[in-house]
């Protein structure tokens, strides 16, 4: 199985790297056109800002050629924000693959921004979270959020409920770190490798 991780100047890779080598896959790192539309699987991590992100990938094409994919594609975080329709960091058009809209959370009663830490999903379903318990906890950091909608595949209550995991055709996305989200994170990048 050929698995790629786009290449896009926004963080995070390394760590996707050491999570797919615990389960013995090893993916290559590109932001070719021809490599990220002949792999099996894409992976499209990031941590980092929504506008200077968008801009790289416009300015290198990288927006159409992830939006023209066909296999299975796997958003984690910033990679999760970039493919809905607008983000309100930096009053950003995103890549509209996911017909949700990225907000910044608003702190009230005590609770902090960034949401960072440990979080269960309060609703969830679909391939990513077959075999992974009711009760398991995911590692969240993140100043904003997807808001709810249909292509909702997991739910996470933070201030608000909002978009924890979406769904949408061959494109997958989460929110929280399934790469630093120990044996259930684990389990997430297996479902979607191997499901």
Known sequence: MEVVIIKYNAGNVQSVQYAL??????AVWSDDPATIRGADRVIFPGVGAAKP???YLKAAGLDDVIRGLK??????????????????EGDTDCMGILP?????FVPCGGQKVP?????????RSGLLFEG??????????????ATEGASTVGSTDYLLPFSAALA???????????????AVG???LQNFLFG
């Not at 949401?115 to 609703?123: A, D, E, V």
């Not at 992974?132 to 959020?145: I, L, P």
């Not at 929110?175 to 120990?182: A, C, V």
Request: positive net charge; aromatic residues 16%.
């Open 71 to 88: 296999q299975p594609v796997l958003g984690i975080c910033l990679g999760l924000q970039l493919f809905c329709t607008h983000s309100e």
């Open 21 to 26: 080598d615990r389960l013995g896959v090893r």
């Open 115 to 123: 949401h960072m830490g440990w979080n269960t999903l309060t609703t």
């Open 53 to 55: 992100a968008m801009a």
């Open 186 to 188: 684990q389990r997430v």
């Open 132 to 145: 992974v318990a009711s009760d398991a906890y995911f590692y969240f950091v993140h100043s904003y959020y």
């Open 100 to 104: 949700n809209s990225v907000r910044k």
């Open 168 to 182: 949408w055709d061959n494109f997958y996305a989460v929110q929280f770190h399934p790469e630093k989200s120990g």
